[in-house]
């Protein structure tokens, strides 16, 4: 196996976690703290800290200090295209479970 595929199927493996996607969608409208992004989702601090960190170290975000309070926000805004990309094939493939908002035309719930 090439090692672009290798890479590939790790970064994917990364984004299996809905909590990550969740902080990667939740980040899109602009840089957050730990603690918004803890109280967003209602997870403990400790996994908000480990998921932040697996999400940096893949350098899908980063931070910055503002004092002492990290401001994380999104490295590439090509991440949302992959996750649009991903959704349009999941309600394609799932069309009965999705029907609802498609018929609403309310896709947009799931980007």
Known sequence: MD????ASSEFLKLLSDPYKLEIIKFLKNGEKTSKEIEDALNISQSYTSQLLK???KANIIFHKRNGSIKQYF???YNIFRLISAINSIVIELRKDKFQRLIDSDNI???K
């Open 74 to 76: 999104i490295k590439s």
């Open 108 to 110: 947009e719930k799931l």
């Open 54 to 56: 697996q999400l940096q």
């Open 3 to 6: 090692e672009l595929t290798e």
